[in-house]
């Protein structure tokens, strides 16, 4: 079965300050992996997705996130943060080919202005 | 585009009784997914829908159950509630199965007194 490790429970940090969330997922063939974001009072939405190809992928709000094979690894990046991406955000892995998503438990990140 | 709704948006049930919740998927969309958010447990997936069929099944005990109608409208039931069933219920809807991207609804607030 699948799974999803998220290492960072909590994080706090200054604006500008640069991000990395990191993200494993135990799954030994081919995977589609998903950072999600839910900012205080809204809904969950997609922040970048992983199908194929580069695996550098870009997304919303100046968000990436590197997919490493070899390591398992989807780790979320932002080099410069803002108070605005206060937020929890969720790493997923859906494997298998139906829409059946394994999320990881969630990082709270806190900015301080 | 509508996105996806869910009703009611709160809801304060007694241990016993049973609880029916509502998801309207984004036009179009044909999948339906069910998940439980808890602090403890993050996202856990219940089911999912896919032209009035399920799909895929979540490590739920058959308390749980779901339905799709003919409009992609989905319903969750939930008989006999545990207080550990307090939780938010969030509904998902994608264009078809697979790895399609999951546009999330607002959820369902379940408190079990």
């Known amino acids: 079965a699948q799974s999803v490790s998220q290492h960072n429970h909590h994080v706090i940090l200054s604006e500008a300050a640069s991000l990395e969330l990191g993200c494993n997922y135990s799954?030994?063939?081919?995977?589609?992996l998903f950072w999600y974001v839910q900012y205080p009072g809204q809904h969950l939405q997609l922040l970048l997705k992983y199908f194929s190809g580069d695996p550098l992928v870009k997304g919303i709000k100046g968000f990436e996130a590197e997919f490493i094979k070899s390591k398992f690894s989807f780790n979320l990046r932002k080099p410069s943060v803002q108070w605005s991406d206060t937020a929890e955000y969720f790493c997923?892995?859906?494997?298998?080919?139906?829409?059946?998503?394994?999320f990881g438990i969630g990082t709270k990140l806190q900015v301080i202005p | 585009k509508a996105g996806v709704t869910q009703t009611p948006r709160y809801l304060i049930k007694t241990r016993g009784q049973q609880v029916t919740l509502s998801c309207s998927p984004i036009s179009g969309h044909r999948s339906v997914s069910w998940y439980q958010q808890t602090p403890g447990q993050g996202l856990q997936f219940l089911f999912e829908?896919?032209?009035?069929?399920?799909?895929n099944k979540g490590n739920f005990p058959g308390r749980f159950s779901g339905r799709q109608f003919s409009n992609s409208r989905s319903e969750m039931n939930v008989s006999t509630l545990e207080l550990g069933d307090s939780a938010l219920y969030l509904c998902a809807s994608s264009l078809n199965s697979g790895t399609d991207t999951q546009y999330f609804g607002p959820g369902t607030r379940l408190t079990v007194l």
């Open positions: 829908y896919f032209s009035e069929t399920q799909r």
């Open positions: 799954y030994g063939g081919t995977v589609n």
């Open positions: 997923a892995v859906n494997a298998g080919g139906y829409q059946k998503v394994t």
